[in-house]
Every structure is written in C-alpha cells, then in structure tokens.
C-alpha cells in the first residue's frame, strides 16, 4: 500500500490558494487552525447569526458568510454536517463557485450518493483525517498529525491529487501518513463501520449484555460497570496494541471465555446479517433512506433518540458517573438527550 508522507507533498501548492472552510465545528475548527499555522490564506464560511462565529474570529480568523467566503476562495472544504451540505451547496457555493476551484470534502457521501453534482470545470476530491477534530488539531499543535485518506472524484486541473496532498500536509496529516483510497471505497466503509460495528453493534452488545444481567438478578450498577464501564479499558487496548495486545493483557481466564463463549454471543452467520448492512449501503437503499428521513423532519431519528433515552442504562449512568468526577466528560450531563 502507498502511504505519502511529508516529503511528498508540496505546501506551496496550497499557500498559493485561498481556501474557504465552511463550518468551525469539530473538523472546521481543526482545518481552519492548522492551515492559518500552516501559512495557507484561509477564510471561514458561516451562516449570519452562528454561534461559532465568535469562536472562529476569537481564533484570529476571517469569518464571513457562506457565499461571500466561496467567492473567495480556489478551495472550498465543506465541513457542513452531512445532511445539510446538499441544500448549502445549491443556494451557495454553486452559484459562487470559481472556474476552475477544487471542491473538498472530508467524507464521501454527499458527492458518491449524488446528493451533491458538480460542475465539470471543478477539481473534486477529499482529506479525512482517521480521527476527530480536536485530535486533529491538538496533534498539529503538538507536531504531529492525524492519519489521512485522500481521493480524487474529478480532476478537471490535471493536479487535483497534488492540491488534496498539500492540503493534507497543511492540515499536519502528512506527518502521520495519507492513504489513498475513492470517494465509494472511505463513504461505504465509513457507514459500515459505524453500523455494523463501532455505534450499531457496540451498543446492541452493551445493552443486551445490561439487560441480561439485570434480568437475572444482579444489581443494574453493577452491571453498567461491567459492560459498559470496562468498555473503555478494553478499547484503550485494542487501539494501542490490536486484538492480541488486548488478550495478552486480559487474565487468561477471560481470554478462555473470549475463545469458547465468544461464538455462542455473535456466531459467525452474524456475517451474512453483516453482508445484508453492506449491500444496503452499497446499492444505495441506505442512503436514499437517510436522506428521505432527512426530507421528513427526522421522525424516526427522534422516535429512536427518545426510545432509547428510557432505557434503563440510562438512569443508572448519571448517578454512577457523579461517582467518578476523574471521567471528564466531552459532554455535560444535561445536554445529553434522556427521558
Ligand atoms: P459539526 O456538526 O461538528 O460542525 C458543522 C459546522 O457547520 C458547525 O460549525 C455548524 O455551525 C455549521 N453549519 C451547520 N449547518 C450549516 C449551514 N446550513 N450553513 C452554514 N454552516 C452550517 O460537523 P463535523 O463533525 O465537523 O463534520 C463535518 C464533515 O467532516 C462531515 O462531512 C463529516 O462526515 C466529516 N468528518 C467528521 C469527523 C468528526 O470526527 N467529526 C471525522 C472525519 C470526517
Ligand atoms: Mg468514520
Ligand atoms: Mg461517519
Ligand atoms: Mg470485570
Ligand atoms: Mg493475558
Ligand atoms: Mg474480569
């Protein structure tokens, strides 16, 4: 596999360019910063009234509003949310866009699902960083980088590769290392992961693991610290050291039953009901759903938000978290959606 580092990429490619950074949230924060440090003439785009319009200007930026930054700009990097990018883009960076500007992304979705058509004349492609925003940028500010994929959707300069690069290496990316891949391979893989496994899977594990538990018996405070507490212990292991570093580290008592019980928990047909996910994905029919639930004001997002902020795990959490005023928390406990 390519992996392009520092010494492949040239900054002056995206020194030479204004780049317009539209939205200051957990990724536009990061980009924003790291290119102004990086002595790229960068401009954020916010809509009038944004409640991170303070925060981008108090971070020495230029903040204007949408379109007026996309005039600006040879590079525009849409941090939007997802399911607002479309409709931004139709009523302001379209009709604002100048010949021959690239047009950049730091997820696929809008523009592999057609949500998003640009013109011919315009260089297409994206920097993800493998991590979120204030890594991103906590990590440049300490030298270092977050991993990247970069892709090219449309090339119309001939050098939509080399800008994505530069852009990359601005950003502090290149330090770490950028792969390569396309808008489908990062937008299909991104939506199964987050389905399948890190947010879909991870939570029907944790609470059927609670309920299980606190079915048979044993006392619900327990048992939030048992599957969903120790979660992190286990992940912090995972991510340093793989699979094997975590089972290395574990009592080989609990690498015995990871072995022999494991199975009997997600047997291997969890594959097929895996494959099913991916297909709905790669066919489209996830997307054409999100975005219609998007159209209908969300019902079943918030029918789902509320549903699950009665469950039982959660009127355990908060008291146990109050326990442990060592977890700093990324999010107050009053801003977190509960019954
Ligand atoms: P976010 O929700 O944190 O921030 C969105 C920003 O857009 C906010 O500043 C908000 O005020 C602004 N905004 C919202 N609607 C707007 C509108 N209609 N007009 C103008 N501004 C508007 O979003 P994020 O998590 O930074 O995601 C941005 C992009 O980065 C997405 O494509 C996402 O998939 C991608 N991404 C995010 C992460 C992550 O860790 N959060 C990681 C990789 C890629
Ligand atoms: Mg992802
Ligand atoms: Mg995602
Ligand atoms: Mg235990
Ligand atoms: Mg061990
Ligand atoms: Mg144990």
Redesign the pocket.
């Known amino acids: 596999m390519q992996v392009y580092y520092d010494h492949d990429a040239d900054l002056e490619v995206i020194r030479r360019k204004t780049v317009a950074v539209?939205?200051?949230?957990?990724?536009?924060h990061a980009h924003a910063q790291n290119l102004k440090d990086a002595g790229v003439p960068v401009v954020v785009?916010?809509?009038p009234g944004?409640?991170?319009w303070a925060a981008a200007e108090a971070a020495g930026l230029e903040v204007l509003e949408?379109a007026e930054a996309v005039r600006r700009a040879e590079v525009v990097m849409?941090?939007?949310?997802?399911e607002?990018?479309a409709?931004?883009y139709r009523e302001a960076i379209a009709p604002n866009l100048k010949e021959g500007a690239a047009l950049a992304?730091?997820?696929g979705?809008n523009i592999h699902f057609g949500q998003i058509r640009p013109r011919p004349d315009l260089d297409v492609w994206m920097v993800?960083?493998k991590?979120?925003?204030h890594l991103v940028r906590s990590e440049y500010a300490a030298g270092r980088g977050v991993p990247a994929l970069v892709a090219v959707a449309q090339d119309a300069s001939g050098s939509a590769f080399q800008t994505a690069l530069a852009y990359a290496k601005a950003i502090g990316a290149t330090r770490a290392g950028v792969i390569p891949t396309t808008f489908a391979e990062e937008t299909e893989t991104d939506l199964f992961g987050e389905q399948a496994v890190l947010c879909g899977g991870l939570t029907r594990l944790i609470a059927y693991g609670f309920e299980t538990l606190v079915e048979a018996g044993y006392k619900p405070e327990i048992a939030y610290f048992e599957v969903l507490h120790e979660m992190k212990l286990i992940v912090d292991l995972l991510y340093e050291s793989g699979l094997a570093g975590m089972r290395y580290s574990i009592s080989n008592t609990a690498e015995y039953g990871d072995y022999t019980r494991g199975d009997a928990v997600l047997p291997p047909e969890t594959k097929e009901r895996m494959r099913a996910v991916l297909q709905e994905i790669r066919s489209g029919v996830f997307a054409r759903e999100w975005i219609l639930e998007n159209q209908a004001g969300r019902p079943v997002l918030e029918a789902r938000r509320r549903q699950w902020a009665r469950h039982p795990i959660e009127a355990i959490g908060p008291k146990l978290r109050a326990m442990m005023p060592f977890l700093k928390a990324r999010i107050a406990e009053e801003e977190v959606g509960r019954a």
């Open positions: 539209l939205g200051f949230g957990s990724q536009g785009g916010l809509r944004s409640a991170r949408v849409v941090l939007l949310p997802d607002a990018q409709g931004v992304f730091a997820h979705f993800a960083p991590g979120p925003g």
